[in-house]
């Protein structure tokens, strides 16, 4: 069965670094991509990174280029994104998710329409 759940979220202060996690449980063998996005307070979900897991290519958002790395442990079914210099801005509730049709970028990060599988989500709150 099908399942995503994140871990890893919490509050840090502006500069400091977190690691999300995605174990993705039956989904990692017929995915075509991973993305993580994230959704702020009275906001809509943007797309952060993905990851395409067959070739290991990845993208990212212009917002966290540089400072976020999205990455795979195929022999844990995880994926995980390190963030890092993370600011006010990067206040968010944190979600991963997958999809079998293939994914396509705005921003420079993934849209959020094709993806099929996604967790409950993690809240990270940056302090100033």
């Known amino acids: 069965q099908e399942h995503l759940a994140e871990s890893g979220g919490g509050s840090v202060q502006a500069g400091g670094s977190l690691v999300l996690s995605c174990e993705a449980s039956?989904?990692?063998?017929?995915?075509?991509?991973i993305g993580w996005f994230r959704q702020p307070p009275g906001k809509e979900r943007e797309g952060v990174a993905a990851?395409?897991?067959?070739?290991?290519?990845?993208f990212y958002a212009a917002s966290v280029n540089g400072r976020f790395t999205i990455s795979q442990d195929n022999a844990q079914n995880t994926v995980y994104l390190q963030m890092n210099s993370l600011k006010p801005e990067d206040t968010a509730r944190y979600f991963c998710?997958?999809?079998?049709?293939?994914?396509?970028?705005?921003?420079?990060?993934?849209?959020?329409?094709?993806?099929?599988?996604w967790g409950q989500g993690n809240q990270v709150t940056v302090s100033s």
């Open positions: 990851i395409l897991p067959d070739s290991n290519i990845t």
């Open positions: 039956g989904v990692t063998y017929f995915a075509s991509c």
């Open positions: 998710a997958a999809t079998r049709y293939g994914c396509a970028a705005r921003h420079g990060g993934p849209v959020p329409d094709v993806f099929t599988y």
